[in-house]
């Protein structure tokens, strides 16, 4: 049973703990981490002992903005918070064998969902990010430094997609014009996060491109993503960020379905779609789903056995 709390009761509690590790998510995203990473840097700069997990999965783009606060060897916290997580099971696995739900003191969050699973909750889905909230909720401790004004500019602007995605709102540019005037380094961030991109990715879109198959006179795209691919181009997961979206950005198509083939054998299949067509229903068709805009589906078929059946559920939706 947990207790709702609001951002200045959150602030006040957090004023009166000490010792904090803060717990961030499975494949750990710029929400997640620049969450985390400011609200350490804050209760630090309040004079608290605050550490973040070292989350294994964090890839390198986000390492120099988390690596300070991760948390030492044989560190015993006195107080345990979650941040941008949404339920126990999304908890790094170091993190599962360490601590139990019930161990957590806080968790805030902007996922729905959001299980209820700590002691306090301060959870808010109209949020575009978590980060927003930290941002509320430090805001009343002091001062912002460098630190944290560079973590949450990451965290909403890449929960927003560079404030481009369904969920950017007043709110999401009101905390990046805060943070602006904080002194984020707009430009510097949104080229670090949005602009640049290893010869790895590159080499594995235009494997991606050159491959896709355009179906019914355009308004489908499929394209498999082997393992060979992924070995030729030396792509690592970190490269592989959105890359579902790649089919729905081009002119016309309405669906395109992304087959990952998984090293483990069988496939890991992303549709996104246009409105109009139901990314989830098509996705249902093979037992997943998710959204109206994006869903997905696993498979123990190869790619070449599942994209005749993934063509023909296309075909029937986009001819609808
Ligand atoms: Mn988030």
Known sequence: ??????????AA????RDRFLIITHRR???DTLGSAAALASALRAAGKTAY????????????PFIEKFHAPDGFVPETIVAVDTASPELFPDAVSKLIAPADI????????SNTLYAKRTLCDPSRASCGEIIFDVISRLGELGPDAVSALYIAVATDTGCFSYDNTDAGAFFTASRLASLGADIAGLNRLLFRSRTRARVAIEGMIYSDMQFLFDGRAAVVAITNAMMKSSGADEDDMENIAALPVSIQGVLAGATIR??????????VRAAPGVDANGICARFGGGGHTAAAGFTSKLSPEELRPQIISVLEEFIAR
Do not use: F
């Open 1 to 10: 049973m947990t207790t709702t709390i609001t951002i200045d009761e959150c």
């Open 13 to 16: 509690w957090l004023s009166e």
């Open 28 to 30: 750990p995203d710029g």
């Open 52 to 63: 973040a997990v070292n989350n294994a999965e964090t890839t390198a783009r986000y390492l």
């Open 105 to 112: 003191e806080l968790a805030i969050d902007h996922h729905p």
């Open 261 to 270: 083939e998984l090293r483990a054998g069988g496939c890991k299949v992303s």
